[in-house]
């Protein structure tokens, strides 16, 4: 896989960001589910698949539970 943005992973950050709005917006405007909705489920699955995924203590890369 070519990394199209070179070494500063707070690009793909950005990425994941305007992706998640994307997914509100559509949900919003398609089912009428409030945007902070879509984005707390996606948070918690975000969290959930890193503490699956990966052994770590924390849910957050950050390790701010």
Request: no cysteine.
């Amino acid at each position: 896989m070519q990394d199209l943005f070179g070494p500063n992973a707070h690009n793909w950050g950005m990425v994941l960001a305007d992706v998640g709005m994307h997914i509100a917006r559509m949900r919003l405007e398609k089912d009428g589910i409030p945007e902070i909705e879509t984005l707390q489920a996606l948070e918690e699955g975000y969290r959930g698949r890193m503490s699956e995924q990966f052994d770590i203590q924390h849910r957050s890369l950050t390790g701010r539970n």
